[in-house]
């Protein structure tokens, strides 16, 4: 079938619709590459909950796991790399092309990991097209920093904070300026900054009155504030020479795009926030509701004036934002973690069934 009308509109929009999920059903199905052909996606994330819920949920990783036990690897962190980093590798085939099409600003997948991980998994996947995510905490600015400075393709994820995201610029911007300095390449090094929204308003809205006009708003004007930062930090003579040597602005990402509160519309953050160079990291059946009835016109940065009023009347009706914010981050850190404890585990329980079986 020809190409989804309003996912293509999208696209010519400016928009990179990428994925939020990923699964060897997908890939082996043939359904991911459906998506890139008829929906217009262009990349795709993974993290440790979608990798858990996936073996979990299908038998399609028992025989490598089999094998991989069988061969003596019993480690269950080794036995995670050994089975996602295959699906990245599929993944990153897949979208090769729009890598390609694109001179490298699409066609990525994103593959999560903690910090000390990070240089390690790059180097085994050994693929252009691949991004390993990194947190967006103080913590993890020093780190962005050096991994842009190793010429490591980064997802900056779990941004809440419009002051965090422009310290993770400064971050990779610094990252780009110590490369530059000893005479290696920027042309190649790609990032995302991974803005993440319903969460957002989710945690805002419980805090408002019944029938506040605030309500379902705050994330979009959020959104909206963080993008005009990044026009103007991607700008001005310091970028301006950095580009010259080759460098690639880090571009917005929305995520956390699927809409929780059923009485908002079901295609909100991303109808509302279209506009050029930005990616939106959908999950499947958000992508599919825009391909149903979504509606393109340039939303992202049609007023940026009345996005920041509703921030500062949202700290009027005493909505304490950089609270909410660091409150979200410290949240999705602990579920990230929790996450890959609870990944852990289940490997753990599955390659003891296997080895049970072995024996």
């Not at 795009?257 to 059946?285: C, F, I, Q, R, W």
Request: glycine share 8%; hydrophobic share 40%.
């Amino acid at each position: 079938m020809a190409q989804d009308l309003n996912l293509k509109a999208l696209r010519a929009a400016g928009v990179s619709i990428w994925l939020d999920t990923l699964s060897r059903w997908l890939l082996r199905s043939g359904e991911f590459e459906t998506l890139i052909d008829d929906y217009g996606v262009t990349g795709a994330t993974s993290n440790p909950t979608i990798f858990a819920k996936a073996i979990t949920s299908s038998d399609l990783y028992d025989e490598q796991l089999k094998h991989l036990v069988a061969s003596g690897d019993r480690d269950t962190q080794e036995l995670f790399f050994s089975l996602a980093l295959d699906d990245v590798r599929a993944a990153a085939k897949l979208l090769r092309r729009e890598y390609e099409r694109s001179g490298g600003r699409d066609g990525f997948i994103s593959f999560e990991c903690t910090i000390d991980q990070a240089a390690e998994l790059w180097a085994r996947l050994g693929l252009p097209n691949v991004m390993i995510k990194v947190p967006g905490t103080k913590a993890g600015l020093p780190a962005i920093e050096e991994l842009t400075r190793r010429g490591i393709n980064i997802n900056v994820t779990l941004l809440f904070s419009i002051d965090r995201y422009e310290q993770v610029m400064a971050a990779y911007i610094g990252g780009l300026s110590a490369r530059a300095q000893e005479g290696e390449s920027l042309q190649h090094v790609r990032s995302v900054a991974s803005f993440f929204l319903s969460r957002i308003d989710t945690k805002v809205d419980a805090r408002l009155p019944e029938g506040s006009q605030l309500r379902g708003t705050v994330a979009l004007a959020s959104a909206r504030v963080a993008y005009q930062r990044y026009l103007s930090t991607f700008a001005g003579p310091e970028w301006e020479r950095l580009r010259k040597l080759g460098a690639n602005r880090q571009l917005p990402l929305w995520a956390s795009t699927g809409t929780k509160n059923p009485d908002y519309s079901d295609v909100l953050y991303v109808a509302e926030l279209v506009g050029p160079e930005v990616v939106n990291t959908m999950p499947e059946h958000t992508l599919r509701a825009f391909a149903d009835h979504g509606r393109v016109a340039r939303t992202l940065d049609a007023d940026p004036d009345a996005a920041q009023r509703t921030l500062s009347d949202a700290a009027a009706a005493g909505i304490d934002l950089a609270e909410v914010t660091a409150e979200l981050e410290r949240e999705g850190v602990e579920s990230f973690c929790g996450s890959y404890r609870q990944l852990q585990d289940c490997l753990a329980g599955k390659a003891g069934m296997v080895k049970g079986a072995l024996t």
